[in-house]
């Protein structure tokens, strides 16, 4: 079974531009969480969807969104660009509440 | 915030069990304990997990204390591709929000 796929791997941006990062997980997977890691802040919990409706939310600022499609994909959306969103962005999908998480390679954002 | 508490770093010969401690003293009855380890700039790989009873898998062997305020993760025989960062994780039960804290740094040591 093919495992969580994360598009694009990398990434360059410049302030005050948005971006949008791509999560197909595992086939019959329905619950998709987001993760931001930088080198400060360490690993930390953006938000979590499952069957397109988003469950929970970390302690992000609004210019931080995601949504989820009936394929169960998902993608998250960062507006206005700041230089601290440099970070490696990961996705992680589950069959649901409470199930094992498995993580994609992650996206790694570089904002100039 | 931390639920767990794991030493910042520990070393292991290559060809050892590697043993990493996990103290989460203020474990819920419901709650699991996770184990999954980050090589660098890679995503997290799941390794195990567990509520009670110890378990093993093909990767490693999880033994949670019968109080459940601790429990280690062993690895039996270390190989060079075990070094990475190992998060002890107790799992929100129904939330998918994994809090990882700052884990342990094996280095596997030739």
């Known amino acids: 079974k093919a495992g969580v796929t994360q598009t694009p791997r990398y990434l360059i941006k410049t302030r005050g531009q948005q971006v949008t990062l791509s999560c197909s997980p595992i086939?019959?997977?329905?619950?998709v969480s987001w993760y931001q890691q930088t080198p400060g802040q360490g690993l930390q919990f953006l938000f979590e969807?499952?069957?397109?409706?988003?469950?929970n939310k970390g302690n992000f600022p609004g210019r931080f969104s995601g949504r989820q499609f009936s394929n169960s994909r998902s993608e998250m959306n960062v507006s206005t660009l700041e230089l601290g969103d440099s970070a490696l962005y990961l996705c992680?999908?589950?069959?649901?509440?409470?199930?094992?998480?498995?993580f994609g390679p992650g996206t790694r954002l570089l904002v100039l | 915030d931390a639920k767990t508490t794991q030493p910042p770093s520990m070393d292991c010969a290559e060809g050892r069990a590697a043993n990493l401690p996990c103290n989460h003293s203020?474990?819920?009855?419901?709650?699991?304990v996770y184990w999954y380890r980050q090589i660098h700039s890679q995503g997290p790989q799941y390794i195990i997990h567990g509520l009670k009873n110890n378990e093993t898998n093909e990767m490693a062997s999880l033994i949670i204390t019968e109080d459940r305020k601790s429990s280690t993760l062993i690895l039996p025989h270390a190989t060079l591709r075990d070094t990475a960062v190992y998060y002890c994780i107790v799992d929100q039960t129904g939330a998918n929000n994994l809090f990882f804290g700052t884990g342990t740094r094996l280095t596997v040591i030739p």
């Open positions: 992680a999908s589950s069959l649901g509440s409470g199930e094992t998480q498995y």
């Open positions: 969807y499952f069957s397109e409706t988003q469950r």
């Open positions: 086939s019959g997977h329905r619950s």
């Open positions: 203020t474990i819920s009855g419901n709650e699991y």
